[in-house]
Structures are given as C-alpha cells and as structure tokens.
C-alpha cells in the first residue's frame, strides 16, 4: 500500500470562523493537524485548501497544499479534487482523510484506520471509540458507530452510522471517529455517487457509502480525539497544548 494523506480545510466555519487559521499555543491549527499527520509516517502529507491563506500558513511551515474550489460540497470532493492535482498518474493507492481540526490528534490513530484497510479487505476504513459517558450517548453531535465487530472486538464491520443513541438495550456505544482511509478506487466511486437518502436525513456522508453497498471496516481505538468546532473546544485545546 502506499497512502497519500490528504486534509481538507476551508475558512467557511459557521461556529468557528477561520478555523484553520485559529491559533494554538502559537500556531495555527491546521498547522498542528498537518504535523501530527507526519508523524504517523504513513507517506506524504498534504492539505487541500479552500483559500490561499491556508496554503501560505502551510507552506510557511515548511509543508504542502493545494488549491481547490471553496464552493465544493464536502471534505471528500475536496481531497479528490486535491488528488487529481497532486498524483494524476495514480500512484498512490490509499487516501487517508483526517479533518484540519483535530490538532491533538494521535497518529498512531492514522497507522490504525491504515492497517484496519488492509487487514480487512474493506472499501473504506474508519475508527470508532466507547462512549464512556451519559451526556455523549444522547448528544447527537456525537456520531454512533454501530458495528459488528469480530472476537477480537478490535476489528469490525460498520452496519450504521447515527446521531440517535444506538443501538438500543445493554451494552457499550461506539463514537465515530471521522478518520477514513478509502482505497483510490473506492473514494472514486464515492465521490461520484449523489447523496443519499440516508446521508441526507441523518446529515452524515459515510451513509452514501453504506446505502451504495460499499464496505466500512471500523477498527477500535481507546478515545476519540478533540474536534475543535466550537469557541469551547478551542478554549479546550489551548489548554491541552499549552
């Protein structure tokens, strides 16, 4: 395998204007996610922009972005538009999606959506974490994994992904963890599918792949990282990366 690592980025937050550019103990934060992702060693990292002031932050630290239309609909049409610029000859065979607000993520969360992909011969792979709250089981902006995982309980098959408090009865619930590694072929198919009835109610685009009959791995991983959409959760990471 040999993943490209692509992060879409646009200034366009409703919650969180200029987002990419907040500053983060001294950096911007698609500045922090953008090292994070090379230190997974996975191969090239680079970040698909909606605007030129996220490429100048990005190229002044030393990495490399690209250019695409703001008006695009999604993080996934973005990384494909970057795609084609960067590697029309198709080299790499892996895509690994990580959001630009994440910028206390784990990398060794990238090595395991990458390894979950080719252990189980998926279209696509994700992450999911135990909710290990009250709150986050009914907050619907905290996005439920539903899973059949293996004996292992490591590894599994995603059969839905929801903002309602899922699946119902006894046991653990799973966060869903936004990090996809999609084989080229696979993030291809997608991105020229329209949305899907499913995506469209629950507002959640990986449900285009499962309506379409595309496979989701999940692997497990022990918490979900820090999303920064909020004044809140910025407040929160500066403090975590102080």
Do not use: C
């Amino acid at each position: 395998m040999n993943p490209v690592l692509l992060i879409p980025a646009r200034m366009a937050s409703t919650r969180l204007p200029a987002k990419p550019l907040a500053d983060i103990a001294g950096l911007p934060m698609i500045v922090r996610v953008w090292r994070q992702a090379k230190a997974a060693g996975l191969g090239p990292v680079v970040v698909a922009a909606g605007e030129p002031e996220i490429v100048t932050a990005i190229e002044n630290a030393g990495g490399q972005a690209v250019l695409t239309d703001p008006d695009l609909p999604s993080g996934s049409d973005r990384i494909w538009a970057a795609l084609q610029i960067l590697d029309p000859d198709a080299k790499h065979d892996v895509v690994v999606n990580l959001q630009g607000d994440l910028p206390a993520l784990d990398p060794m969360q990238l090595r395991a959506v990458v390894q979950a992909l080719s252990q189980s011969g998926a279209d696509i792979a994700t992450l999911a974490a135990p909710i290990d709250n009250d709150a986050d089981k009914v907050n619907p902006a905290v996005v439920k994994a539903v899973v059949a995982w293996d004996a292992s309980g490591q590894l599994g098959r995603a059969l839905y992904f929801t903002r309602a408090t899922a699946p119902a009865g006894e046991g653990p619930l799973f966060h869903h963890v936004g990090l996809y590694a999609y084989r080229r072929e696979a993030l291809e198919s997608f991105v020229a599918l329209p949305p899907s009835p499913l995506e469209t109610s629950e507002k959640l685009e990986q449900l285009r792949a499962l309506e379409a009959g595309m496979s989701i791995a999940v692997a497990r991983v022990d918490e979900a990282p820090l999303s920064v959409d909020t004044p809140a959760d910025l407040e929160r990471a500066r403090k975590i990366l102080a």
